[in-house]
């Protein structure tokens, strides 16, 4: 069974820094292209980044800079770790493969963008 569980989020002024992380289970993250995506409400579940196998990463053009995408095979972790962050990167996040699948998604986690 695959789990999914995403932490690190919470409450950030705007400009601040948050690095969340995804510790997953029943998978391999070293045999899987990984990603972040979000979804804020009301709005449609957008990709964020993603990491292949290899360590190459890609990221949405409006991430560029600010987001970036990690992963450590030994601890079968992903993360993500944001700068600059805006009020609009209000969401909820979540790590999934890429392609996502339906079955894995987890709880996620909660970034508010707030002063």
């Known amino acids: 069974q695959v789990q999914l569980v995403e932490s690190g989020g919470g409450l950030v002024q705007p400009g601040g820094s948050l690095t969340l992380s995804c510790a997953a289970s029943g998978i391999m993250v070293s045999i899987y292209y990984m990603a972040w995506y979000r979804q804020a409400p009301g709005k449609q579940r957008e990709l964020l980044a993603r990491?292949?196998?290899?360590?190459?990463?890609h990221y949405d053009d409006s991430m560029r800079g600010r987001f970036t995408i990690s992963k450590d095979n030994a601890k079968n972790m992903v993360y993500l770790q944001m700068s600059s962050l805006k009020p609009e990167d209000t969401a909820r996040y979540y790590c999934?493969?890429?392609?996502?699948?339906?079955?894995?998604w987890g709880p996620g986690t909660q970034v508010t963008v707030s002063s």
């Open positions: 990491i292949n196998m290899g360590g190459i990463t």
């Open positions: 999934n493969t890429y392609p996502f699948r339906n079955d894995y």
